[in-house]
């Protein structure tokens, strides 16, 4: 059974750092792509950051281009999000997402059609 276990969250100052690790387990190979989102209360699940494993392409929601990183560790087996510059607007709860092979919705940053969630982590940015 495939699973994702996301970690690293908290609360921090506007202005602030914060990195994000989602390790998995329970698989016999890699995932090709992985993702990160988030959902705020009352709002949709919004994609943050993809990247295709093994060194792949990135892509960022325009929102936090410049302040997100996206990395991936293939030996650990494990996804993060470096957060720079937080604002309190990126205040949600934050999961991770993986794809064996289909990735063309996960990179678009879209949530619909993804099999593989993490149970989320939460961030708070206050100002």
């Known amino acids: 059974q495939v699973q994702l276990v996301e970690s690293g969250g908290g609360s921090v100052q506007a202005g602030g750092s914060l990195r994000l690790s989602c390790a998995a387990f329970?698989?016999?190979?890699?995932?090709?792509?992985m993702a990160w989102f988030r959902q705020s209360p009352g709002k949709e699940r919004e994609g943050v950051a993809a990247i295709y494993t093994g060194g792949g392409r990135s892509y960022y929601a325009d929102s936090v281009k410049g302040r997100f990183t996206i990395s991936e560790d293939n030996a650990k087996n494990t996804l993060y999000l470096q957060m720079n510059s937080l604002k309190p607007e990126d205040t949600a709860m934050y999961y991770c997402?993986?794809?064996?092979?289909?990735?063309?919705?996960?990179?678009?940053?879209?949530?619909?059609?993804?099999?593989?969630w993490g149970q989320g982590t939460q961030v708070t940015v206050s100002s």
């Open positions: 997402a993986a794809e064996y092979s289909k990735c063309g919705g996960l990179t678009n940053l879209r949530p619909e059609g993804i099999n593989y």
């Open positions: 329970g698989y016999t190979w890699s995932f090709y792509c």
